[in-house]
């Protein structure tokens, strides 16, 4: 478990940034100083980063025929890629629509993974990423304020991300 906690505590922590900044929490730039979405999206490409090689170290350590958890490692390139896009385009202060057209298949295609999950828990969280990511889709194009998106992203960023990996620590057994 220890690969997969990383990439929920890292991944996270990218989210509640994201979350903080559309709720307009540190937004602002101060005079002189650039805004405040450069760091935030240093910590999405981060996060891409290491779900990317989180997802490579699963691929390359369990086989398949093995352990199922190589299929773990496609769905966690999805979002892999998808931060570290966003991240991108933050730093480099680009269109996001693009950003919001890639929220598209990272939501939808991996509800192609929902038999890989045996609880509904876990069905439910990855439902919910659907949800966030067709938010974020909605937030891109003027379609949803930005305040409701950073609402959905501190709830997934609380629920789906940090509570995951305390749950396993505590032992509390609610996922």
Do not use: C, H
């Amino acid at each position: 478990m220890a690969p997969i906690t990383m990439v929920f505590i890292i991944t996270g922590l990218a989210v509640f940034t994201q979350a903080m900044f559309f709720l307009g929490i540190g937004a602002s730039a101060e005079e002189g100083k650039k805004s405040p979405i450069v760091p935030v999206g240093y910590i999405s490409v981060i996060a891409g980063i290491i779900n990317l090689v989180v997802g490579l170290y699963i691929t390359v350590v369990r086989p398949l025929d093995a352990d199922p958890s190589l299929l773990l490692a496609g769905l966690i390139g999805f979002y892999g890629l998808f931060f570290l896009a966003l991240g991108l385009a933050e730093i480099l202060d680009m269109d996001l629509r693009v950003i919001g057209n890639l929220a598209i298949p990272t939501a939808i295609l991996p509800l192609f993974w929902i038999n890989f999950f045996s609880d509904t828990q876990w069905t439910l969280i990855l439902i919910w990423w659907v949800v966030t990511f067709l938010a974020i889709t909605l937030t891109t194009y003027g379609k949803l304020q930005a305040r409701v998106l950073g609402i959905i992203l501190m709830i997934t960023a609380l629920f789906t991300f940090f509570l995951v990996p305390v749950d396993a620590v505590m032992g509390w057994g609610l996922i």
